[in-house]
């Protein structure tokens, strides 16, 4: 019998299945820090000794997390009534215990096995039929992986009324319909699409040009670090490093990594970026990873989309917002050596909210990103149900871009064959990226309800409140809930396009003049 935080006293069946999960979650992490090394400070001559270390660590924590041990204890513990109720914190950890356990194991090993090869392999020629811009060159491979996605799908099952893509979509955002989610998207698409229209033809583009200013790149670190630490990053508990394709890592408790990535004439890129990993990091730093949850799902995010919104928020409704700038642009002037001592806050903001439409998703701004996504969420999807055949998603994206976003798509290197995902079966991923944006803006409109003064604290570089919100509602309870109802809980409503649409009408229009 072992005692909890809330001194109720467990029985062993719990407590052995939770330290079981611990021992899985600790090898987890130092797979993690294997792949921050790897993509930080690793010598290029330790690539295969690495590949071999992530792959043994891999395959241990699979062995961990399938153990057939762990499953009679679920059981076990599942039909104890004085810890199953799904209402207290020992039944909700079962009920993911359960669901990650189901997951590992519904999937035989050979099809695994087959998906990983199969993915690294249409990878490869993913990336050379990119720099060709050759689709044809890549069709096969993509063809091989959507069936092998669809078998994987129909492993882990799909929900009565449901359909194949959301067995995939579950891998990213638990208990997300693709159904749901397209009623969000479908209408909330239209209307960014003639938003961003009215913008185009009736706005004034902001000026943009000083934002291409020469900063030495340790400068823009050291400003990078200053704003972080203010939105209340710990780095007693993290780092900043730099890397090609910036991601942070929550790997352990006390251990949150982020990385970042510089240009010397792009700041306002660096910082984005920074902004957006150390929202993620904030997150990953407020769950709940020491103490009697640790190792277990009450410690971990709910979900990509959740996790999103994290950084969404820090980066966007925070990081282009006046009132973040009033406090910014003099700490930026101060680190950068006055380089932009002739531009006031009414010049800088709107140079971080223009609507540009453009060919690339991830160099778009914020009122086009969720185009980028949306197209692609509808076009993997008919692609799993079989109603869109891979030689015709060239034609299908072109077509797309050009009546949502109103550009021509002069090759598929910048069309279907930008973005890596596909290759290697992440095939339900990019939903989650604008569930983040929904849910961040519907999260803002109630801190801003909430806490009325947050312009005037972020106006002198006060964060504390802001953060101390999301702690509290989002943060602290891990995978306690569900992410729609951990949105509805926060917010009191469901999700809505709603939010979103009334952020972008506030930030945009005013830059473009209307
Ligand atoms: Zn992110």
């Known amino acids: 019998m072992t005692a909890t935080a809330d001194a109720t006293i467990l029985p062993a069946h719990y407590t052995e299945m939770t330290s079981l999960l611990r021992e899985a979650s600790t090898l987890g992490s130092v797979g993690a820090l294997l792949g921050w090394d790897q993509e930080t400070y690793m010598p290029p001559g330790a690539g295969r000794a690495r590949a071999e270390q992530s792959s043994v660590i891999a395959r241990l924590t699979h062995e961990k997390r399938t153990d057939p041990r762990l499953g009679e204890l679920i059981r076990a513990c599942e039909e104890d009534p004085e810890i199953s109720d799904p209402s207290s914190e020992t039944g909700a950890n079962i009920r993911c215990i359960r669901r990650d356990f189901d997951k590992a194991t519904k999937v035989p090993g050979d099809l695994v096995a087959e998906l990983a090869r199969t993915g690294s392999e249409a990878q490869d020629l993913w990336k050379h039929a990119r720099e060709k811009s050759d689709f044809a060159a890549f069709a096969p491979a993509l063809t091989k992986m959507l069936d092998l996605t669809r078998r994987k799908a129909e492993c882990l099952g799909v929900t009565s009324g449901g359909e194949l893509y959301d067995a995939l979509l579950d891998e990213y955002e638990p208990d997300a319909r693709a159904s749901e989610i397209e009623a969000v998207f479908l209408p909330l698409r239209d209307r960014l ?81 920074t902004m957006h990993e150390a929202g993620h990091g904030l997150y990953e730093q407020g769950l709940p990873k020491s103490g009697p949850f640790a190792g277990t799902p009450l410690a971990d995010d709910v979900s990509l989309g959740i996790h999103e919104s994290q950084s969404r928020m820090w980066e966007n409704s925070v990081g282009r917002s006046r009132a973040f700038w009033a406090w910014a642009l003099p700490l930026a002037n101060r680190h950068f050596g006055g380089v932009f001592d002739d531009i006031d806050v009414d010049t800088m903001v709107p140079a971080m909210n223009t609507c540009t439409p453009s060919l690339i998703r991830v160099e778009s701004d914020e009122p086009t990103y969720n185009l980028h996504v949306m197209i692609r969420f509808g076009l993997e999807r008919s692609m799993i149900k079989g109603e869109l055949a891979v030689a015709d998603l060239p034609g299908a994206w072109n077509e797309q871009y050009k009546r949502l976003l109103g550009v021509d798509v002069p090759d598929d290197r910048r069309g279907c064959l930008q973005d890596v995902h596909w290759s290697f079966g992440l095939i339900g991923y990019f939903p989650t990226y604008s569930l983040g944006n929904l849910y961040a803006a519907q999260l803002w409109e109630t801190i801003n309800e909430q806490i009325p003064d947050l312009d005037a604290r972020m106006e002198r570089g006060e964060f504390g409140a802001l953060l101390g919100w999301l702690r509290e509602n989002i943060h602290k309870h891990g995978r306690r809930y569900t992410a729609r109802e951990l949105c509805e809980r926060a917010t009191g409503k469901a999700l809505s396009a709603d939010p979103l649409m009334r952020h972008l009408e506030r930030r945009v229009r005013p830059a473009y003049g209307l």
Request: proline fraction near 6%; include cysteine; aromatic fraction near 10%.
């Open 193 to 273: 699409s003639a938003f961003i229209a009215d913008i185009r033809e009736n706005g004034t583009p902001p000026r943009v040009d000083f934002t291409r200013r020469e900063v030495p790149v340790e400068k823009q670190h050291a400003f990078g670090r200053a704003v972080v630490s203010a939105l209340g990053f710990d780095f007693g508990a993290g780092r900043l490093d730099t890397t090609t394709h910036p991601f942070c890592s929550g790997m352990a408790a006390g251990d949150t990594r982020l990385t970042t990535r510089y240009a010397p004439d792009n700041f306002a890129d660096a910082l984005s970026s």
